[in-house]
């Protein structure tokens, strides 16, 4: 039954409501006969409005995770948490319900509007800003590393592979994010799969092209990429080549001309996990002269290289280094800070930063973690950080 004007004024009444402070238009709701079963088929979002303006160009959102994964939700370029939100006032889905902005606009002096509610909710989906889960990208890209073209494994096909498609249906990652980071892991797309080197074939790769540079005297920063390939071409491919010339170098065209400025920072980092790969620790001393008769003629090596990948124990007797790597860490806060206070006891926050850099989110600082995950106190004059929980 549709409610008439005078049953409209007598409700008004009872809940002692003036007429003259309300919209003139009157909104009747009745539940359709479908709006029950209907309740369950629908979730209802609620979105920041950078993506809402994204769904409306046409972009899409996309829920992913495994069953053992907690869902997050994918916009081009950013990933959010998923969380359910109960609230105490019931949802209505309204087809076609309009708000007091909109009879305002269009100056409609119905009185009474009958609209059909199509179904209920009691909670909706709210989204959190969160780091993409990208520890979980280098662990399967690791399940079968490039050892060169003419290796074994490359004439066996069981080895795992996985193209962009299938890195966008199991990483909780935008594809903006998932991009960026395969450029951070240096991996390449070979044969249409994305692939990580194997890090010994990486430096035969590296020690091919300092040789050359060495051999033609030319400057680290203007290395010709064509040259290299004529000359470098009958002993890797070129592909590989060029790529071990990105992942070292910066590229830039001058007269027609591709040239790479190779990192020395990148060199001397790398040479650097060569060594300390197969070593337990190093005595600190004999490390640094090691290192520094290991890299290119020229080039410098300081430890601010290794941030995130190597760390200093000034306390033992000699002093040591050992490799640290900080994609080795878990990725949950609480689980990194607990790994990395289980490996030593107080840090200063030179030596953790690099080690925690990462799980800073937007408008977070290192400062802002460091209170929330562990405790300070004063050893000798230098702040030092331990854990706020025990360690086992």
């Known amino acids: 039954m549709k409610r008439t004007r005078e049953e409209v004024d007598a409700t008004l009444q009872i809940a002692k409501l003036n007429a003259a402070e309300l919209q003139p238009a009157v909104h009747c709701l009745a539940f359709g006969p479908g709006a029950g079963a209907a309740a369950g088929d629908f979730c ?3 979105l920041e409005p950078a993506l809402c303006q994204q769904l409306e160009a046409g972009d899409s959102l996309v829920i992913r995770g495994d069953k053992d994964e907690r869902a997050v939700l994918c916009s081009k370029d950013k990933t959010y948490d998923l969380k359910i939100a109960d609230t105490s006032n019931m ?3 309204i087809p076609g319900c309009k708000t007091p902005d909109q009879l305002k606009k269009e100056e409609t002096h119905c009185n009474i509007i009958h609209a059909e509610i199509f179904g209920f909710s009691n909670n909706y989906w709210e989204l959190r800003r969160c780091r993409p889960k990208l520890k979980k990208l280098k662990k399967l890209l690791m399940e079968n590393t490039y050892e060169g073209p003419d290796s ?3 004439k066996d096909s069981n080895h795992s592979k996985y193209t962009t498609e299938d890195l966008l249906d199991q990483i909780q990652a935008s594809e903006e994010e998932i991009m960026t980071q395969l450029q951070v892991l240096n991996a390449c797309e070979i044969e249409g799969y994305w692939r990580l080197l194997e890090f010994d074939y990486e430096m035969k790769l590296l020690n091919h092209v300092t040789q050359l540079v060495d051999s033609e005297s030319w400057s680290f920063d ?4 064509n040259i290299c390939l004529q000359e470098l071409g009958p002993l890797e491919p070129e592909a590989m080549i060029e790529h071990c010339l990105k992942c070292y170098g910066k590229k830039y065209v001058e007269e027609g001309e591709v040239y790479f400025a190779l990192s020395a920072d990148k060199i001397c980092r790398a040479t650097a ?10 005595n600190l001393a004999e490390f640094q002269e090691v290192w520094q008769q290991s890299v290119p003629e020229g080039m410098t090596t300081q430890l601010d290289q290794l941030k995130g990948l190597a760390l200093v124990d000034r306390h033992s007797r000699p002093e040591i280094i050992f490799l640290l790597k900080v994609d080795d860490l878990p990725e949950d806060n609480q689980e ?5 206070f289980s490996l030593r006891e107080k840090w200063t926050e030179e030596d953790i ?4 850099q990462d799980l800073c989110g937007e408008k977070q600082t290192i400062g802002a973690l460091l209170t929330k995950y562990s405790r300070s106190s004063i050893q000798n004059g230098v702040k030092v950080y331990n854990s706020r929980r025990p360690i086992s």
């Open 353 to 356: 930063a690099p080690y925690i």
């Open 222 to 225: 203007k290395v010709p990429l």
């Open 44 to 46: 209802l979002l609620e």
């Open 152 to 154: 074994q494994k490359e």
């Open 336 to 340: 990194r800070f607990n790994s990395l």
């Open 91 to 93: 949802l209505l889905f």
């Open 273 to 282: 996990q060569m060594l300390l790969q197969n070593a337990v620790k190093f």
